[in-house]
Nanobody, 127 residues
């Protein structure tokens, strides 16, 4: 079994910053990519960012491009999401996910093929 544990969420004022972490543990699996998704109350889960584990190639939703940065630390089996210039509309539960199957960089935004998910961490940006 693979466990993904997110941390780093919290409450910040609009314009502030947070860094989310997602640590993977458990059995070894071939990891093609990891991603961050979010879900606000009453809304569907949406893609935020993804990173190819081997190459470090990244892909972002237009709504966060230029403000959020996804990165990974292979040695620590951890993926990060640095969030700057937070807006009230960024308020959501943020989930990290891992997938083992190959996808084009654009297809990484599709949540369905991800194999493992974390429990989520709340991010609130107050106006």
């Amino acid at each position: 079994q693979v466990q993904l544990v997110e941390s780093g969420g919290g409450l910040v004022q609009a314009g502030g910053s947070l860094r989310l972490s997602c640590a993977a543990s458990g059995r070894t699996f071939s990891r093609h990519a990891m991603g961050w998704f979010r879900q606000a109350p009453g809304k569907e889960r949406e893609f935020v960012a993804a990173i190819r584990w081997s190459t470090g190639s990244t892909y972002y939703a237009d709504s966060v491009k230029g403000r959020f940065t996804i990165s990974r630390d292979n040695a620590k089996n951890t993926v990060y999401l640095q969030m700057n210039s937070l807006k009230p509309e960024d308020t959501a539960v943020y989930y990290c996910a891992a997938r083992s199957t190959f996808a084009t960089i654009q297809a990484l935004s599709d949540a369905n093929p991800y194999d493992y998910w974390g429990q989520g961490t709340q991010v609130t940006a107050s106006s």
